[in-house]
């Protein structure tokens, strides 16, 4: 198994659907996150989770939503998207000891808004 | 605020050449930690290096070297006799410490195309 798996790996929705996107990490890892990479800016850091607790929420739009049931899984709910969300969402996990851990990132989903 | 800048968007250049890519950081932080990825086209960002501020030597590993100078704010990363595999988008990172957890602050990022 991978370290971290994301599913699934393209997505394309309409703006009134609703979909989950899931990660989980085999990495026995503390932290979970959830990044996006637009065409049109750096990526960008959308939510951390720590034992299940949602530490950072980088001011993302509420139609976002994310979900840590447990340190292992991670997921973001979809609802009523806009055509500008399109991008590729990633995922990552670290292991939380100071500023110096490395994050490892699952392949992300490549989502389309239409 | 943190802030890294990668001012090349693109790179281009022929199997074997030498390859450099810039990253320029900003940081209040005395201690910090910086980064490089490697963002293939299947999607996922590959760790390559972690850099702490207060080790400013070279680390060389294998065909990769990186550059840390902390009096110009720059961590640049040399890629030795490219190959058509390292073709990707590359990736600087400044490491924030946000409450429980780490953010990374990325750049622009760099394409780098090696052709054959």
């Known amino acids: 198994e991978t370290g971290v798996t994301q599913t699934p790996r393209h997505l394309v929705m309409g703006m009134t659907n609703k979909k989950s996107l899931k990660c989980e990490q085999h990495l026995g890892h503390n932290a979970m996150y959830w990044y996006k990479q637009s065409a049109k800016k750096p990526l960008e850091l959308m939510f951390v989770?720590?034992?299940?607790?949602?530490?950072e929420n980088n001011s993302v739009p509420s139609r976002f939503s994310p979900e840590c049931p447990n340190s292992s899984h991670l997921f973001l709910h979809l609802h009523t998207l806009q055509p500008e969300d399109s991008a590729l969402y990633l995922c990552?996990?670290?292991?939380?000891?100071?500023?110096?851990?490395?994050?490892?990132f699952g392949q992300g989903t490549r989502l389309t808004v239409v | 605020a943190q802030k890294v800048t990668q001012a090349q968007t693109e790179i281009s250049v022929v199997e074997k050449e030498d390859v450099t890519l810039d990253c320029v950081y900003e940081t209040r932080d005395t201690t910090y930690y910086l980064f490089w990825y490697k963002q293939p086209p299947s999607g996922e960002l590959v760790f390559l290096i972690r850099r702490n501020s207060f080790d400013e030597q070279n680390e060389i590993s294998g065909r990769y070297s990186w550059n840390f100078q902390k009096s110009t704010s720059s961590f640049n990363f040399t890629i030795t006799a490219s190959q058509v595999v390292d073709s990707a988008v590359y990736f600087c990172a400044l490491s924030e410490v946000v409450r429980y957890g780490n953010k990374l602050v990325f750049g622009a990022g760099t394409i780098l195309r090696v052709k054959s």
């Open positions: 989770y720590n034992f299940k607790e949602q530490t």
């Open positions: 990552a996990s670290s292991q939380i000891q100071g500023a110096g851990t490395e994050a490892f």
